[in-house]
């Protein structure tokens, strides 16, 4: 989000570093985060690898077990086909912009 490039390849690591360069550039520190869902496990990481820059975490239904039928039922929610058909293209399309969602 952001309107930034999207890479390629998104992994945990490249996002916690992401928050890590977005926070240098606000010379924000400590501070409270709050991840929602994935966010959840990304903020987490970022405590882990920067505890010095970190106040509190909070996280909000953030799943951290990812066995085979979690990641089924993911890739299943997150199918084009279901999103589009459900009406949340035009959403997905606005909060995601300029990216294509």
Do not use: C, N, Y
């Not at 903020?43 to 505890?51: D, N």
């Not at 010095?52 to 086909?81: N, Y």
């Not at 999103?83 to 909060?95: H, N, S, T």
């Amino acid at each position: 989000h952001g309107g930034r490039p999207v890479p390629d390849r998104l992994t945990l690591d490249a996002m916690a570093l992401d928050l890590a360069e977005q926070l240098d550039a606000r010379d924000a520190a400590p501070v409270d985060l709050f991840g929602f869902s994935f966010g959840g496990l990304v903020a987490l990481l970022f405590a882990l690898a920067f505890p010095s820059r970190v106040r509190s975490v909070t996280t909000l239904a953030t799943k951290v077990d990812f066995g085979p039928e979690t990641i089924a039922r993911i890739v299943g929610l997150a199918d084009p086909d279901r999103l589009i058909a459900r009406g949340r293209a035009a959403v997905l399309e606005r909060i995601h912009a300029p990216q294509d969602w």
